[in-house]
């Protein structure tokens, strides 16, 4: 039982970080109202394509005419998320069916909870129009299904039964760890809004933003959750100055996150124990791939690719935290090959 629960998980995680890079890309495409409905599109499981399916598609939301490739690419985000639902489930299942002890049932039921609220906000991302909270709402419950999954293929692939403590003189990363988790979570909700604001090009220069460091706009302005409801958001409602400010905090708080990992990291390398160092390695390797990537968003101009690699890139710096999260508080891993 352990076996399949931990090879079936390991399939739900690799699906479900495929399903966050593809919500990624369909946000970022301007796909997300691709189907201005839930859970079908203008009405059908799939997307109408003959021609009296899309003339009573376009007449009954005569605001948006079906543009096929938007759609579709909204439909297949969605049956990716039923198949990961699905899959979540499966695990449940087998969690409460194993009677060793030995499967996390109550990290299992939790994210089945997660992925039912996560249903609830993506219904709500179509029907509000794409409102900026509820999208990085959307955003950061992905990436806690993701965080969960994770930590769940980390503990059944480690023994359970005799879990290696870490050394008396690294006891200081265990509250560096949970700092790093909880300022690389402000940092993911910092560039979701930027990003469902419309704010990523608010800066064209760098490091400076219009050749200034000061915010542009008032912070209670730019960082306004709430504007409503019969809105449609997409392009963004904020003025110039307020999405600057979104996209310089956002710049600052990666700075601050990149100093906590590298001072992190050092001490990781102080201590010379090779799982230490690897996990050095692994988060300086993510933090410097997720910072040249948000570099090259600026000179580029924000290409969809790259755009997408960022989002990529955020939530593989996840997994590295939750890594050195779990060893620091539960030990090292086995290596590969060991049960």
């Known amino acids: 039982m ?12 690799v699906l479900t970080f495929c399903l966050i890079v593809l919500g990624a890309y369909v946000r970022l495409s301007h796909a997300g109202l691709g189907c201005p409905d839930w859970p079908g599109c203008y009405g059908h499981i799939g997307v109408p394509d003959a021609d009296h399916e899309v003339a009573a598609a376009e007449a009954a939301y005569p605001e948006r005419p079906v543009e096929a490739p938007k759609a579709w690419k909204e439909m ?14 499966a695990l449940a299942v087998l969690a409460w069916r194993d009677r060793s002890g030995r499967l996390p049932r109550s990290l299992a039921t939790a994210t089945v909870g997660v992925v039912l609220m996560q249903i609830v906000f993506g219904a709500l991302t179509v029907t509000w129009k794409v409102k900026p909270i509820i999208v990085t709402t959307h955003l950061l419950l992905g990436l806690t299904t993701l965080s969960l999954v994770f930590w769940m293929w980390l503990g059944t692939r480690a023994p359970s039964d005799q879990p290696q403590a870490a050394p008396l003189r690294a006891a200081l990363l265990k509250p560096l760890s949970i ?5 690389l979570c402000c940092q993911i909700f910092l560039g979701g809004w930027t990003s469902t604001n419309y704010a990523a090009l608010a800066c064209p220069d760098f490091p400076a933003c219009h050749g200034s460091f000061a915010p542009k706009g008032e912070l209670g302005v730019a960082f306004k959750l709430w504007h409503g409801l019969g809105i449609d958001y997409e392009g963004g409602i904020l003025d110039v100055a307020a999405r600057a400010t979104i996209h310089l905090v956002h710049r600052y708080g990666a700075l601050v996150l990149s100093l906590v990992l590298i001072g992190i990291a050092a001490y990781l390398l102080s201590l010379k124990r090779a799982p230490y160092r690897q996990l050095a390695l692994v988060l300086l390797g993510a933090l410097a791939l997720q910072v040249l990537i948000g570099i090259g968003l600026i000179h580029l101009q924000l290409p969809l690719w790259l755009a997408d690699a960022h989002n990529a ?3 593989l710096l996840l997994l590295a935290v939750l890594a050195l999260n779990y060893t620091v508080w539960h030990g090292a891993p086995p290596r590969p090959g060991q049960s």
């Open 2 to 13: 352990l076996q399949t629960f931990h090879r079936l998980n390991l399939l739900t995680l």
């Open 76 to 89: 297949v985000h969605r049956y990716l998320a039923g198949i990961v639902g699905l899959l979540i489930g």
């Open 179 to 183: 700092a790093a988790l909880l300022l």
């Open 313 to 315: 890139g955020a939530a």
